[in-house]
């Protein structure tokens, strides 16, 4: 008998290497499809960088010393080398002769391979400069090449291919204790490293001579500053306002306004590094052309500089963690702004404002007024000084506050005279040339009409001898100079005009489509015609910010060149999903203008079905990640844009099955049931719950996961009894559809709590949360959160071990505050039944802090009723009346007027004065809670008259409550019979019954397997 094969290992998404569960068509964190084979790469095929080192006349060496001695300095040379090259990751290939091959990133690829293999070169220099024993001194040279290899199952010779030949034909050709690079690895350590090109090396057995540079020791200088003239009014106007608002507490608004090209980039700059800026901490921020389709991107980049400024704080969640919504971040934010100017004074400059989102020009908006405070008010949430100085081209029209403006004056002919000085070669003085130069300065600066970028770019057009005083604009001498570049250059600034920001050699080199030699050659022109100059970026690492040749060269391109470009910078944000926040949207905002160009260019072409199917695939991918941290508005918009490109069935059963489930969060239940209801006229089995097994192909679309979560959506809506629920869960289950089994686990839990069984509501709950950590968060990851924290404070668990769970809640959420603060709720529930009433009312006063930021009023009207549980246990009844009252206005003002009135029952049913509640019975519906409420108010109404028909509802509610399973959940309902049954006559029995009930409830959460512990 022959035993199975083992179940092969669950493949990673070929996009970005997450691992989805079986029935999965697409990624579940990229939106790659996963059903197609994987790229047809090799298996073992690496992307690695070579070091090829050998010794300079080892044989006259080896010849002239003892081979004892000449034994030992060969071993402490592969000793020496070794180390370097492991101490820097990499692996050493092997030993040919005297020669040792180092290879990085054939272990563990990383984005620094290459720079860690020079490194390790210059290490390996360096030490061996030491000299060896006896006095003999070796002399090495070092090939540093990139490219692919194929790996083999070996420890030596495990890297085969040309990559291994570039290296030893560079190294033949490296200056003696040197190292030459191909131009591969320039492409990859040159924003890092400083590189000198040399002449190519003719190198045997190479068609084309080998491009090489030296790469030095030492890091890459930053770029110069570019020149700076005049504007002395206005920076002095606006280091005055600014070093006035910086010694102000609260947000003073600046703006920076001038046409394209005047220099308020420049300006900025200059305020950064000016006096105005001393003592501040300044931030910058620089909005792009996209930031209206993914505002959450700039938001994110905001909250990484904030927290990077304030040590010990994390940023937001990358892929697939727990994210808060965007109002939460933009809510964080506006915390942090307040923290941090607290402590110091905080100058953030934003440029391009024009651009700004609506989700930022918000953040804005939300910094406390330093004028209120100026008025005598006290500023909120303890804001320090916060300067923002906005500078765009147009500023925009939707901020509440009008900043103050300052425009950007154009050059007077004085100061483009020396701005055309600074930037013109040395002339020679005197005689007819000097002549000349005076002549044209004077009528290129009159062309420029003061224009500094026109000016620029009419010297450069000047400076490669055409005198073009036709040129109308800015953009216009822009466009003459970029169509006299090279093709490789003008595809090089296209593809930064693509990305539309900021953008880095490693990200140039995987878009533009270019050989290695020609990116280089493209990128040595751009730079060498100071089109375009690397600066260093957050990261470190050099990034072209060259907008305006970029948007020109853009503007040039050919429609088709386009749309191969945004399709390269969606494959490439797409497949770094997994660990970029905000990468996802982007894609998909590249991926939809691929799709734009297409659709004018190629109708109905495949061409323009691939684009379809890729932006329909980003958009399903980024729509999921809104839903999972609870951004459903966006979630819906990006779900019926996926559906609109979607042509594959698939993809729009997906995004059908997230846009109705974030429809009917966004408490549309009309329209995600009535997608719901399209979409299965389209697939029987999603509407049937007795179908078939929607993972068999056909009616399924071949996307069971898309039906099974359709089908929990409509459940959720249009309820069809728990066995409907477990039929599903059975069939996801047995398809592997974690995601979809923990959506309708979460489902059959929320129906026991509704019938008041916490304890079955725990245990499947707690299996929707295994599941949903191993799905990774999505549909249905908040109410999972919220369900099973809840559960722990209401059923049986004792208060110790509850917490501990709930903590451990807590920290799976530390990066989504409302989610967070709402598991804060039922950990504060437990540490007041728990006996520690100031924790509970600290983690409540945290929740407010985050509920009333956001703006969420429904989730103040439950903050307050834990509020007021917590002040009832602690023995305060007039205190938990007050809650329940706050309660109430909330849930008015939420728009929830029958939850409003069961507050104000709660409230006086604590401290009944004033008129008695309406006493109307509850709806059929109604759970446990509204019934039991009810006949408490009916009875203590009766009591307070003396009549003896008090005891029929205390008996009714205490058979209700015998019907309820959690101890916790019957604390203070049966406090309250107690209290009741007390007060009423002829009741003691029921006093008695009530009280044994009360005991066994708090012994069971207080005492549990385990004495309670004070946390
Ligand atoms: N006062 C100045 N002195 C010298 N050069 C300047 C000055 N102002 C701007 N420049 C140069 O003019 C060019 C355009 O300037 P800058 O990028 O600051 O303009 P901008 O108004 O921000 O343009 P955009 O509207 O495209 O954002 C840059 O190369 C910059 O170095
Ligand atoms: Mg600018």
Known sequence: ???????????????????????????????????????????????????????????????????????????????????????????????????????????????????????????????????????????????????????????????????????????????????????????????????????????????????????????????????????????AGLTTAVAAALRRPGGSL?????????????????????????????????????????????????????????????????????????????????????????????????????????????????????????????????????????????????????????????????HGHRLLGLLRPATPAGGDLELHYTAASAALVARSGGNPLFLEQLAALSADGIEDLVAPSASAALGARIERLGHPARRVLGCIGAWGTAVGTRELSATAGLEPAELAEGIAELEQRQLAAGRPGEDGRLRFDCRSPAQVAYAHLALADRAELHTAVAGLLRGQAATAPGALEQAAVHAERALECERELRPGSPQQARAAELAAGCLVAAARRAVGRSDVRRAVELAARARESAADPALQLEAAAIESYALAACGRTADALELIDRTAQHTASAADPSAPDPSAAGPSGGNPAAVFQLRANELALRPAGPDAVRAARRLAEQAGDHASRARLLLLEGLTAIGGG????????????????????????????????????????????????????????????????????????????????????????????????????????????????????????????AHWQRAAADCCTEAGAGAAAAGCLASAWLLDPRGPAPAGDPPPPGAGWEARVLHQQVEAVRLAARGDPAARGPIERSLA?????????????????ALRIARAAPGCQDLAERAGQALAAARAAKLTGPEPPGRP
């Open 960 to 976: 209700e409550l015998d019907t309820v399973r959690g101890a916790g959940a019957l604390l203070l309902p049966l406090t309250a």
């Open 254 to 414: 600046l703006a920076v306004d001038g046409e394209p090209g005047s220099g308020k980039t420049s300006v900025l700059r200059q305020l950064a590094h000016g006096p105005a800026a001393a003592g501040a901490l300044v931030v910058r921020l620089d909005c792009a052309r996209d930031d209206h389709a993914q505002g959450r991107a700039r938001l994110l980049e905001l909250d990484a500089a904030l927290a990077a400024a304030t040590p010990g704080t994390a940023t937001a969640a990358a892929g697939n963690g727990i994210a808060g919504s965007t109002a939460e971040l933009g809510w964080r934010i506006g915390r942090r702004l307040a923290r941090l100017s607290a402590r110091q004074p905080l100058l953030l400059l934003i440029d391009n404002v024009q651009w700004a989102s609506a989700e930022l020009l918000q953040v804005i908006d939300g910094v406390p007024d330093a004028r209120e405070a100026a008025g005598g008010h006290v500023v909120p949430d303890g804001c320090g000084p916060v300067v923002l100085v906005l500078a765009g081209r147009d500023l925009p029209a939707g901020l509440r506050r009008r900043p103050t403006v300052f425009g950007v004056p154009a050059l007077s002919a004085e």
């Open 757 to 880: 069984d916490y304890r079955l509501g725990e245990r499947l709950l707690d299996a929707a949360y295994g599941g949903i950590r191993s799905a990774g968060a999505g549909l249905g990851t908040a109410e999972v959160h919220a369900n099973l924290a809840l559960c722990l404070a209401f059923g049986d668990r004792p208060v110790r071990d509850a917490l501990a769970r709930c903590e451990e809640l807590r920290r799976a959420t530390a990066d989504a505050p409302a989610l967070h603060a709402l598991v804060g709720c039922s950990a504060a529930l437990l540490h007041a039944f728990g006996g520690a009433a100031g924790p509970a009312r600290d983690l409540l006063e945290q929740a407010r802090e985050v509920f009333t930021g956001i703006g969420n009023r429904a989730a103040l009207a439950g903050l307050y009723q834990f509020r007021s549980a917590v002040e009832e246990w602690a023995g305060d009844p007039a205190g938990a």
């Open 1 to 235: 008998m022959s035993t199975p094969d083992p179940a092969p290992p669950p493949a990673g998404c070929p996009g970005c290497g997450t691992v989805n569960p079986p029935v999965a068509r697409f990624c579940m964190a990229c939106g790659t499809p996963t059903a197609q084979p994987a790229a047809a790469a090799p298996s073992g095929l690496r992307f690695v960088t070579v070091t090829f080192c050998d010794i300079s006349g080892s044989t006259r060496l080896a010849t002239s010393l003892s081979p004892e001695l000449w034994h030992r300095v060969l071993g402490r040379y592969f000793a020496t080398m070794r180390g370097a090259v492991e101490d820097h990751g990499g692996r050493v290939e092997k030993f040919i002769g005297d020669a040792v091959v180092g290879v990085f990133g054939a272990d563990h690829p990383a984005d620094d391979d290459a720079v860690r293999a020079v490194h390790a070169t210059h290490e390996a220099l360096r030490r061996l400069a030491g000299g060896q024993d006896g006095g003999v001194e070796l002399s090495v040279r070092f090939g540093i090449a990139s490219g692919q290899v194929v790996l083999a199952d070996r420890d030596s010779s495990f890297a085969i291919g040309a990559v291994m030949n570039r290296a030893a034909r560079l190294q033949a050709a490296a200056p003696p204790e040197g190292a030459l690079a191909d131009v591969r690895t320039w492409l990859l350590i040159r924003d890092q490293v400083r590189c000198t090109a040399v002449d190519p090396v003719a190198a045997k057995g190479f068609d084309t001579a080998l491009q090489a540079w030296i790469p030095e020791p030492g890091a890459r200088p930053a770029a110069a500053r570019p020149p700076f003239v005049n504007q002395r009014p206005l920076l």
